[in-house]
């Protein structure tokens, strides 16, 4: 996949130094990286073998990767799904000596962001590349956070759904309380929770129902006297806490 070149402007947010991690086993070409990228936008370091910047990856943090496909130890695009995998939040842009538009499709496939060829290793093309791979990287992240918390909301929305047809069948007391108590610790993801009515004729509360207590508090009364239980008699309605 190959960027149209158009000229822009650099903004204070780009003199950010971008950490890039060059997997390149041949020094004439890490050399014409390190030239077309210079030294001050971005911080440049070198592995000549997957091996070994898979241990770099572990090491440091990097914004962008530059992978040669030529790698004596690289074996096509199942290396680079398996980079893909291990670090996902990493942009990456592969190249090789000659076009090949077969691998052009399979590297996007893969989850890289870009392919190049030797040629292109100038500086207005590469550096132009890497700020999209940048940038096209961090919206695929924003979509899958948008994707997992719609998953979310989905999820808890059935689950609410599934709660109101349970609550529809409930006839008694006990069994409505218990159920009460339980959906909402899973819900607020609270350690502990418990359910509390009013018994107006003694003027206080009690708990009806708990989860999370060590002791077995249900039946405990709370006088009026109470803070807990002034604000519930005196309001008539349930209190959260």
Same mark, same amino acid.
């Given at each position: 996949?190959?960027?149209?070149?158009?000229?822009?402007?650099?903004?204070?947010?780009?003199?950010?130094?971008?950490?890039?991690?060059?997997?390149?086993?041949?020094?004439?070409?890490?050399?014409?990286?390190?030239?077309?990228?210079?030294?001050?936008?971005?911080?440049?370091?070198?592995?000549?073998?997957?091996?070994?910047?898979?241990?770099?990856?572990?090491?440091?943090?990097?914004?962008?990767?530059?992978?040669?496909?030529?790698?004596?130890?690289?074996?096509?695009?199942?290396?680079?799904?398996?980079?893909?995998?291990?670090?996902?939040?990493?942009?990456?842009?592969?190249?090789?000596?000659?076009?090949?538009?077969?691998?052009?499709?399979?590297?996007?496939?893969?989850?890289?962001?870009?392919?190049?060829?030797?040629?292109?290793?100038?500086?207005?093309?590469?550096?132009?590349?890497?700020?999209?791979?940048?940038?096209?990287?961090?919206?695929?992240?924003?979509?899958?956070?948008?994707?997992?918390?719609?998953?979310?909301? =989905? @999820? %808890?929305?059935?689950? *609410?759904?599934? &709660?109101? #047809?349970?609550?529809?069948?409930?006839?008694?007391? +006990?069994?409505?309380?218990?159920?009460?108590?339980?959906?909402?610790?899973?819900?607020? =993801? @609270? %350690?502990?929770?418990? *359910?509390?009515? &009013?018994? #107006?004729?003694?003027?206080?509360?009690?708990?009806? +129902?708990?989860?999370?207590?060590?002791?077995?508090?249900?039946?405990?009364?709370?006088?009026?006297?109470?803070?807990?239980?002034?604000?519930?008699?005196?309001?008539?309605?349930?209190?959260?806490?």
């Amino acid at each position: 996949m190959h960027n149209t070149i158009s000229s822009y402007t650099i903004s204070p947010m780009d003199y950010k130094k971008i950490n890039i991690l060059v997997a390149e086993n041949n020094l004439s070409n890490l050399l014409l990286i390190q030239s077309a990228l210079g030294q001050t936008l971005y911080c440049v370091s070198h592995a000549d073998t997957v091996d070994k910047m898979l241990k770099k990856l572990q090491e440091d943090t990097f914004d962008i990767t530059i992978i040669n496909l030529n790698l004596k130890d690289i074996y096509g695009i199942p290396t680079i799904e398996h980079i893909v995998k291990r670090h996902p939040e990493l942009a990456i842009i592969l190249y090789t000596d000659i076009f090949d538009e077969t691998i052009d499709i399979e590297v996007i496939r893969s989850g890289a962001q870009d392919y190049l060829t030797k040629d292109e290793l100038n500086n207005r093309f590469l550096t132009k590349t890497i700020k999209f791979a940048i940038e096209r990287k961090a919206a695929l992240i924003n979509l899958k956070e948008f994707k997992d918390q719609l998953s979310f909301e =989905k @999820a %808890r929305l059935q689950e *609410i759904l599934n &709660i109101e #047809e349970i609550l529809n069948n409930i006839t008694d007391l +006990d069994t409505l309380a218990n159920f009460t108590v339980r959906v909402t610790a899973r819900m607020l =993801k @609270a %350690r502990k929770c418990s *359910i509390m009515l &009013i018994d #107006e004729k003694a003027d206080e509360l009690y708990i009806k +129902d708990a989860v999370g207590f060590v002791n077995n508090i249900v039946g405990q009364k709370n006088p009026s006297g109470s803070p807990i239980a002034n604000s519930v008699v005196q309001l008539g309605k349930p209190l959260l806490v």
